[in-house]
């Protein structure tokens, strides 16, 4: 069992290869933890750090371990059990943008038995995937919800997800009928968490969250004025979905 909390700077790396090949990278840094105890850091750096339960999940307050089971509870999945180990952003300085949440699902033996990915888009929504990982860390998904105004709501996702421990190490693939046109990774190595390591990161990467809605509408720009079309929200008129800005993934 990985000891939490941790940090995993890493490089988060977006590449789409149809209509045309164009990539994305991006370096951050993640956070392991127990949702049950998220990290408390000193109180002069705790701007940098701050872990809120109504960033997550329905988003009305209740702690993330709660609103975990009852989101496994609504898919006829009974509590894990044993720890859950949470891979995400921190708010840093009043701020957080999620793209995704990994959350490993360990029974009372300490086994990996599932893995929820919490998806947010750049419109405020937010989605769930409840996946069962085989040996080897792998899970499908039907996509089921809008993340980027270039990909209808279409295809199945492959994630390889294999807990993080010295590297985190995930991949999501993208496949729709035709092909491969969309993978992400996230790849890094782990660091204790300490003081010197924290203020570290946060000055290496500042408004960490506020770079990744940053990049995530620059490339959203450029993807657009390369003649890349625009595909509506469902539900909503086109009119109301011709902003590139929002997404790349």
């Known amino acids: ?30 956070w392991l933890l127990d949702p049950d105890r998220p990290p408390v850091l000193p109180r002069p750096l705790r701007p940098l750090a701050r872990f809120d339960p109504r960033d997550h999940f329905t988003g009305d307050g209740r702690p993330v371990r709660a609103a975990l089971e009852a989101f496994l509870a609504a898919h006829g999945v009974p509590p894990p059990g ?22 490993w699902c360990h029974d009372p033996h300490g086994t990996p038995r599932h893995v929820v990915a919490e998806v947010h888009n750049t419109y405020g929504g937010r989605h769930c995937y409840l996946l069962h990982p ?26 390889r997800l294999p807990v993080p421990g010295h590297r985190l ?5 993208l496949d729709r009928d035709g092909g491969r046109p969309f993978t992400a990774t996230v790849r890094g190595g782990r660091r204790a968490v300490t003081a010197r390591e924290v203020l570290r990161q946060a000055l290496r990467h500042p408004w960490s969250t506020v770079a990744v809605s940053a990049a995530i509408r620059v490339h959203g720009i450029r993807l657009y004025l390369k003649g890349l079309p625009v595909q509506p929200r469902p539900g909503q008129a086109a009119a109301n979905t011709r902003n590139p800005e929002e997404s790349v993934t």
């Open 1 to 30: 069992m990985t000891a939490v909390p941790a940090l995993y700077p890493c490089t988060i790396t977006h590449v789409r290869t149809a209509p045309f090949r164009y990539t994305l990278r991006h370096r951050t840094y993640l």
């Open 82 to 103: 044993g720890p859950v180990l949470m891979l995400t952003h921190a708010r840093v300085l009043g701020h957080v943008f999620n793209p995704l949440t990994l959350y």
């Open 134 to 159: 085989d040996a080897s860390g792998t899970a499908s998904a039907d996509k089921e919800f809008y993340v980027s105004p270039f990909f209808p709501v279409d295809g199945r996702y492959r994630m």
């Open 169 to 173: 190490d995930v991949t999501v693939h």
